[in-house]
């Protein structure tokens, strides 16, 4: 619990709370801030209030700070008690008065601020509204995807189909499924069919990086199957990506349809604000993998959304199609299979993967000394990589990523001792703060230079030998193929880094990946993190773990509190 939380319960009392009520308060802020919308009373109720906080906060793996222990022993009413407090308490809204705008809102068993109570009600009722109208398409889909676009896949012409029909469509699949050569082809099919003007097809993606790889394939694939010659009104198109924020900051707002990619990194306040603003008949279709980490900040909006598809009750159930087959990795890929057995939660079958396949590989990382020899033999990888000018490798093919950004095994400590190894034995100077070479994260949002958190560039000398950082992954951002360069005197906050977080890394791709996801029993190892991590690679998987670790995350999986799922059904 923080300081925040502590402030939070002292306004409710300011406002007449009762300590029950306040009490209740402060844990449901700590709630918010571990990434969950509520607190779910049924489950809270009655219980030692370190416990609540060391079960919501499992994803971040902390509680938040120390706690006194008068405080560690202080417990949360039992339930028929609490729900007396909270009802007659005038901080809290209760049922349909939640019009009110109290600080607290207490509908059926679950306990909101009120803002996200706000958020998760407006996102379920506009969803429920997209879903609602179906119309006959205007085009024989079937016959035109197979036509034109030369596509048999009957998941793709479903989500084809829906597209043209309805104006909410939800794809989810797993790495290499074709989402983004869906993507593609879903803007070909609505501008040849005259449902959307190209000029009026937005794409975004929840971060820079994100939007670069969604324009950058979007863009492959115009190419590639020749679609502005197959489609004419795409002739003078030019797919441009951007992210989220950009786009509800435009002045622009006239969309015919917007494509969302990496949905299952948005977060609930985010996502309401996005269907706030959607225009009456802009056609919604959100992509992403439903079995990855939920957003950073509250709620799992995207696998809330798809789990919806398992009810036939659901009025979203008809908007929603699975993508299963995998294009990237074949059956002899043991990426793929790896991937494939942790989203099952099998994890037998996913340590006989790692241990017998010729492209993933299962090697421990016993204790701290043997993370350090880690940390020093990529040292040197990075200082053969470093002393190499080719202008075209940004970074090294192979990605370390951590469970954990803090504490022995996380990626600030890994961090630290490669760029200290790296200065003791002379590869960089001890004095040059932007050497050529050095690796950058952003770690604040910049309107400025248009760099947002965990953007991530490289030093470079440019044409005139001035040192500048170059991201990669923004080039091309405004539909120019021109290097995204930005001066080091101009950059946010920012920091090396040659490991990153997990969470850093959702949305990448890297060819090599390998995850370390520190103690066994620590609660940020979930099912959802480690098939996350294994989903960034291409073609090589390492995890630095013994087998017990790894089957504890398959078996750990994330769980939200939220009242989104109920609220979508209605």
């Known amino acids: 619990?923080?300081?925040?939380?502590?402030?939070?319960?002292?306004?409710?009392?300011?406002?007449?709370?009762?300590?029950?009520?306040?009490?209740?308060?402060?844990?449901?802020?700590?709630?918010?801030?571990?990434?969950?919308?509520?607190?779910?009373?049924?489950?809270?109720?009655?219980?030692?209030?370190?416990?609540?906080?060391?079960?919501?906060?499992?994803?971040?793996?902390?509680?938040?700070?120390?706690?006194?222990?008068?405080?560690?022993?202080?417990?949360?009413?039992?339930?028929?008690?609490?729900?007396?407090?909270?009802?007659?308490?005038?901080?809290?809204?209760?049922?349909?008065?939640?019009?009110?705008?109290?600080?607290?809102?207490?509908?059926?068993?679950?306990?909101?601020?009120?803002?996200?109570?706000?958020a998760e009600s407006q996102f379920a009722r506009r969803m429920r509204e997209l879903a609602r109208d179906a119309a006959t398409p205007c085009v024989d889909v079937a016959r035109w995807m197979r036509e034109?676009?030369?596509?048999?896949?009957?998941?793709?012409?479903?989500?084809?189909?829906?597209?043209?029909?309805?104006?909410l469509c939800v794809v989810t699949g797993g790495p290499g499924t074709g989402k983004t050569t869906l993507a593609a082809s879903l803007?070909?099919?609505?501008?040849?069919?005259?449902?959307?003007?190209?000029?009026?097809?937005?794409?975004?993606a929840p971060t820079g990086k994100a939007a670069a790889r969604l324009q950058e394939s979007v863009r492959t694939q115009f190419l590639a199957r020749a679609l502005a010659d197959?489609?004419?009104?795409?002739?003078?198109?030019?797919?441009?990506?951007?992210?989220?924020?950009?786009?509800?900051?435009?002045?622009?707002?006239?969309?015919?349809?917007?494509?969302?990619?990496?949905?299952?990194?948005?977060?609930?306040?985010?996502?309401?604000?996005?269907?706030?603003g959607l225009k009456e008949g802009t056609r919604l279709i959100l992509l992403g993998d439903a079995g990855q980490l939920s957003s950073v900040e509250p709620g799992s909006v995207f696998s809330?959304?798809?789990?919806?598809?398992?009810s036939g009750t659901s009025p979203l159930a008809p908007c929603i199609v699975r993508l299963t087959k995998s294009h990237r990795?074949?059956?002899?890929?043991?990426?793929?299979?790896?991937?494939?057995?942790?989203?099952?939660?099998?994890?037998?079958?996913?340590?006989?993967?790692?241990?017998?396949?010729?492209?993933?590989?299962?090697?421990?990382?016993?204790?701290e000394s043997a993370f350090d020899r880690f940390a020093r033999q990529t040292a040197e990888e990075w200082a053969v990589h470093i002393e190499d000018s080719r202008a075209g490798d940004a970074f090294p093919a192979r990605r370390v990523l951590c469970a954990h950004r803090r504490g022995p095994f996380g990626a600030n400590r890994f961090n630290r001792l490669v760029e200290r190894r790296l200065r003791d034995t002379g590869r960089i100077p001890a004095s040059d703060e932007f050497y050529p070479g050095r690796p950058i994260i952003v770690t604040h949002n910049d309107r400025v230079t248009g760099?947002?958190?965990?953007?991530?560039?490289?030093?470079?000398?440019?044409?005139?030998?001035?040192?500048?950082?170059?991201?990669?992954?923004?080039?091309?951002?405004?539909?120019?193929?021109?290097?995204?360069?930005?001066?080091?005197?101009?950059?946010?906050?920012?920091?090396?880094?040659?490991?990153?977080?997990?969470?850093r890394a959702q949305g990448s791709e890297y060819d090599e990946v390998v995850f370390i996801p520190g103690d066994a029993d620590s609660r940020v190892n979930t099912r959802e993190l480690l098939y996350t991590a294994v989903t960034r690679a291409r073609n090589k998987v390492t995890v630095r773990a013994d087998e017990d670790t790894v089957a504890a995350a398959i078996r750990r999986t994330t769980a939200r509190a939220t009242g989104l799922p109920d609220r979508l059904q209605e």
Request: glycine share 6%; proline share 5%; net charge negative.
């Open 1 to 118: 619990m923080a300081d925040i939380d502590r402030y939070f319960a002292r306004l409710l009392a300011e406002l007449g709370a009762a300590p029950a009520t306040c009490l209740a308060g402060a844990v449901t802020s700590a709630m918010h801030r571990s990434g969950h919308a509520c607190l779910p009373l049924a489950r809270s109720a009655g219980r030692p209030i370190i416990e609540v906080l060391e079960w919501s906060s499992a994803e971040s793996g902390h509680v938040g700070g120390d706690l006194p222990d008068h405080i560690r022993q202080t417990r949360l009413p039992v339930l028929a008690d609490l729900e007396v407090a909270l009802s007659e308490s005038p901080v809290v809204a209760c049922g349909q008065a939640h019009e009110s705008k109290r600080p607290l809102v207490l509908d059926g068993d679950n306990l909101y601020i009120y803002r996200m109570f706000a």
């Open 148 to 167: 034109v676009l030369l596509e048999e896949s009957e998941a793709t012409i479903a989500a084809a189909k829906i597209a043209v029909s309805r104006q």
């Open 187 to 204: 803007i070909a099919l609505l501008a040849d069919s005259g449902l959307a003007e190209p000029r009026r097809i937005a794409l975004a």
């Open 230 to 276: 197959k489609v004419p009104a795409l002739r003078d198109f030019v797919p441009v990506a951007t992210t989220l924020h950009r786009l509800l900051n435009r002045t622009d707002t006239l969309i015919d349809a917007l494509l969302v990619d990496e949905c299952s990194m948005v977060d609930l306040p985010l996502m309401a604000r996005l269907l706030n």
């Open 304 to 310: 809330d959304l798809c789990a919806t598809s398992d």
């Open 329 to 367: 990795f074949g059956p002899a890929s043991g990426v793929g299979r790896l991937a494939s057995a942790i989203g099952r939660g099998d994890a037998a079958s996913a340590i006989t993967v790692l241990k017998d396949s010729p492209d993933t590989y299962l090697a421990d990382l016993a204790d």
């Open 451 to 503: 760099l947002s958190n965990g953007d991530t560039g490289v030093v470079i000398l440019d044409s005139r030998n001035r040192r500048r950082v170059w991201f990669p992954d923004l080039a091309g951002q405004d539909g120019d193929d021109a290097r995204f360069l930005v001066s080091p005197s101009r950059l946010p906050e920012h920091e090396s880094f040659f490991a990153l977080t997990v969470h």
